[in-house]
Nanobody
Framework: QVQVVESGGGLVVPGGSLTLSCTTI????????MGWFRQVPGQGREGVGC?????STRYPSSLKRQFTIAQDNTKTTLRINSAKPEDTATFYC?????????????????????WGPGAQVTVSS
């Protein structure tokens, strides 16, 4: 059974940075597409970036400098660069286990099969 777990959420001051981590149980962390999403109450989940099975990253054009995704052999990370109050949200990590091009990853929630419980990030002074 595949499990996805986020960690590293918390409080960050505006302009600061914060790194979230995502680990998986029952699934190698590399070789599969992983996505990061954020959600605020009353709204749907928004893709903020993803990493393909080959390690290619992709971000929405409007958020390209706002987030950085990296991966090693134990975890996938999401760094929030120069945090803004509007980054206050629950951040989710998700894994895609169905076949996709190894150099491609998607920013849509429907492309991911397994989700973590979420990590709260609050940007406030």
């Amino acid at each position: 059974q595949v499990q996805v777990v986020e960690s590293g959420g918390g409080l960050v001051v505006p302009g600061g940075s914060l790194t979230l981590s995502c680990t998986t149980i029952g699934l190698p962390i590399d070789g599969y597409a992983m996505g990061w999403f954020r959600q605020v109450p009353g709204q749907g989940r928004e893709g903020v970036g993803c990493i393909s099975g080959y390690g290619s990253t992709r971000y929405p054009s409007s958020l390209k400098r706002q987030f950085t995704i990296a991966q090693d052999n134990t975890k996938t990370t999401l760094r929030i660069n120069s945090a803004k109050p509007e980054d206050t949200a629950t951040f989710y990590c998700a894994a895609r286990t169905e076949y996709s091009s190894p150099s491609y990853c998607a920013l849509e929630t429907s492309d991911y099969m397994y989700w973590g419980p979420g990590a709260q990030v609050t940007v406030s002074s």
